[in-house]
């Protein structure tokens, strides 16, 4: 069975920084286009960062400066999250298209991890 576990999370003050890590588990060669979202009690699911399978990065206007995704290894990619705001407090998912043995699997979703920035 193909997952997708997010950790990293936690409470930080404003001017803080965390690394958030998604890393696939399962019989997989390894993670292709995978993101980054964010979702805050009492709104949508946003898009945060993005990595392309070729490896480019992109991001939310939101997050740009502060924000970097990266991978480690073909099965592990973070969120470098410096600079953090009160408003960058959500649930952290990670969603990523996951070569395996029998084909890709797109459009997983990670369980998500708590992010929360005091003032």
């Known amino acids: 069975q193909v997952q997708l576990v997010e950790s990293g999370g936690g409470l930080v003050q404003a001017g803080g920084s965390l690394r958030l890590s998604c890393a696939a588990s399962g019989n997989i060669f390894s993670i292709n286009a995978m993101a980054w979202y964010r979702q805050a009690p009492g709104k949508q699911r946003e898009l945060v960062a993005g990595l392309t399978s070729g490896g480019s990065p992109n991001y939310a206007d939101s997050v740009k400066g502060r924000f970097t995704v990266s991978r480690d290894n073909a099965k592990k990619v973070y969120l470098q999250m410096n600079s953090l705001k009160p408003e960058d407090t959500a649930v952290y998912y990670c969603?990523?298209?996951?070569?395996?043995?029998?084909?890709?699997?797109?459009?997983?979703w990670g369980q998500g991890t708590q992010v929360a920035v005091s003032s």
């Open positions: 969603n990523a298209d996951v070569w395996t043995p029998v084909g890709t699997y797109r459009g997983i």
